[in-house]
Nanobody, 119 residues
Framework: QVQLVESGGGLVQAGGSLRLSCAAS????????MGWYCQAPGKQRELVAG???????YYHDSVKGRFTISRDTAKNTVYLQMNSLKPEDTAVYYC?????????????WGQGTQVTVSS
């Protein structure tokens, strides 16, 4: 099993930056896919940024050019650098790391961290 611990959320003014961290422990050898999701009140959780073990990235259109997902393999940690934040980025952000195989994803989830962007 993989355990995840998130950190880095908080309150920031529009235009500001935050960096979220997601540290993994346990059966990390199995991880080949990592992602950050957001969930705003009353909305479904959606993928914001994804990263494969091979280095392929995905970004939701709303964050392209502003957010960057990266990984420090030595620290078993995935980051989400969030720049030029907007009030509509306000949400709980969840990290997920796991295994994507034959079209099926099986991953662990972090506890979530609140990001609030004031106007």
């Amino acid at each position: 099993q993989v355990q995840l611990v998130e950190s880095g959320g908080g309150l920031v003014q529009a235009g500001g930056s935050l960096r979220l961290s997601c540290a993994a422990s346990g059966s990390i050898f199995s991880i080949n896919a990592m992602g950050w999701y957001c969930q705003a009140p009353g909305k479904q959780r959606e993928l914001v940024a994804g990263l494969t073990k091979g280095g392929t990235t995905y970004y939701h259109d709303s964050v392209k050019g502003r957010f960057t997902i990266s990984r420090d393999t030595a620290k078993n940690t995935v980051y989400l650098q969030m720049n030029s934040l907007k009030p509509e980025d306000t949400a709980v952000y969840y990290c997920s790391q796991g295994t994507y195989d034959s079209g099926t994803y099986n991953g662990a989830w972090g506890q979530g961290t609140q990001v609030t962007v004031s106007s």
